[in-house]
């Protein structure tokens, strides 16, 4: 069965750090580009960040710009969101997706394998 599974959320202070894991089982993730997305309660599911089948491409969007870093350890079958300066605006269910293809892409669409999500709240 193939899966994602997310770790690694929580409650964390405004200006706080997290680092989110996502974990393939079932198939490997060499073979694909990897998203992260969220969606805050009444909200569209949005792209946060992506990283390509080698990690030699990564982009992310501009709310997260300069504070979330993207990487991946083919080895291990994870890839990794490191989140910083965290706001409380970043509060959402965070879930990590599998691309159809080896290049990165904004839509939700292309992308086949999700996670189950995992909570990120923002809070003092």
């Known amino acids: 069965q193939l899966q994602l599974v997310e770790s690694g959320g929580g409650l964390v202070q405004p200006g706080g750090s997290l680092r989110l894991s996502c974990a393939a089982s079932?198939?490997?993730?060499?073979?694909?580009?990897i998203g992260w997305f969220r969606q805050a309660p009444g909200k569209e599911r949005e792209g946060v960040s992506c990283i390509s089948r080698t990690g030699g491409s990564t982009n992310y969007a501009d709310s997260v710009k300069g504070r979330f870093t993207i990487s991946r350890d083919n080895a291990k079958n994870t890839v990794y969101l490191l989140m910083n300066s965290l706001k409380p605006e970043d509060t959402a269910v965070y879930y990590c997706?599998?691309?159809?293809?080896?290049?990165?892409?904004?839509?939700?669409?292309?992308?086949?394998?999700w996670g189950q999500g995992t909570q990120v709240t923002v809070s003092s």
């Open positions: 079932g198939f490997t993730l060499d073979y694909h580009a």
């Open positions: 997706a599998a691309s159809f293809d080896y290049y990165c892409s904004a839509s939700p669409s292309d992308f086949g394998t």
